[in-house]
């Protein structure tokens, strides 16, 4: 899902997501987001610096909605975020993909309300809508492993 870019003078990023991003070289902001525009929740390109992750965290192990909190966690704890509004190709928006991103709404939802609210069906379309509610209703987060007890 990610990785490093830096060298000994500049300061080290870390990219997530599908989009090219290019971290700036000065490492003035602490984070770079190319925001989402084709109706899900994360942003196609997040790059983070190092010690920015190392102060928030890093994504959590979600199916979806892991990229936007973690946006979320960096702009609540203060740090400067860099939006660069580069054309990305649309994500598809498979079947697959509207379950994946009807549970990671409903969790942004109840890790940040305020900020992630539910949407309406005419925000989604009416055809993406009912996938979306059936992805809500599944459990959201890491699968659990065969034959590991707790």
Request: proline share 11%.
């Amino acid at each position: 899902m990610g990785g490093g870019s830096g060298g000994a003078d500049r300061p080290s990023y870390r990219v997530f997501g599908t989009a090219a991003l290019a971290p700036p070289a000065d490492g003035s902001a602490a984070a770079l987001v190319i925001p989402a525009r084709d109706g899900f929740a994360d942003p196609p390109a997040l790059a983070v610096r190092e010690d920015v992750l190392a102060a928030v965290g890093g994504p959590e192990p979600v199916r979806a909605g892991a990229l936007a909190d973690l946006l979320a966690r960096i702009e609540a704890a203060g740090h400067a975020v860099e939006t660069r509004a580069i054309a990305v190709p649309r994500r598809r928006a498979t079947p697959a993909a509207l379950l994946r991103e009807g549970s990671g709404r409903f969790w942004l939802f109840r890790r940040h309300p305020d900020r992630f609210p539910l949407p309406e069906p005419a925000e989604t379309g009416l055809l993406r809508y009912p996938l979306m509610v059936l992805g809500a209703l599944r459990a959201n987060g890491v699968p659990p492993q065969r034959g590991v007890t707790g």
